[in-house]
């Protein structure tokens, strides 16, 4: 449903949000390693959040990246859908035909059509916090 490159990025995200949390920055390579995702790669995706101003760069030994604590609990997980794959997982035919729409529906339209609405209102009403509750209580995973 999403391309590699948004679950890195959510990946990525929250666990640069949990590092934050505990007033902790992050380099790519921790990063990378801890969402076991090629580095290079985990690069790009940082880079690209970092532009949509989701996370925040710090250069210096020091440095890392990060996310300021009061915006931990307004990010939702659309505007880092949004910032990866833009409006992709919300448009397009459930089988992938190019002419499928309400007027010419496929035979799962009016099901997937259903299914990205629920998408949808998950992913903008699923905060970085909330995602970061589950890995403080051991309950969820970033690693395979």
Do not use: W
Request: charged share 25%; net charge positive.
């Amino acid at each position: 449903m999403f391309s590699k490159a948004c679950e890195y990025g959510i990946r990525a995200s929250t666990y640069i949000a949990l590092k934050s949390l505990e007033g902790t920055r992050v380099n790519f390579k921790e990063i990378a390693e801890k969402i076991d995702s090629p580095a290079a790669f985990t690069a790009k995706v940082l880079q690209q959040l970092t532009r949509c101003n989701i996370i925040s760069s710090v250069k210096g030994p020091s440095g890392g990246f990060e996310i300021d604590n009061t915006k931990i609990p307004e990010i939702k997980l659309s505007q880092i859908v949004h910032a990866i794959d833009g409006n992709k997982v919300y448009e397009g035919c459930g089988l992938g035909l190019k002419q499928c729409n309400a007027n010419k529906p496929c035979p799962v339209h009016d099901r997937f059509v259903q299914v990205r609405n629920d998408l949808q209102n998950m992913l903008e009403n699923t905060s970085l916090y909330d995602l970061t509750i589950g890995i403080e209580e051991g309950l969820t995973f970033l690693r395979r």
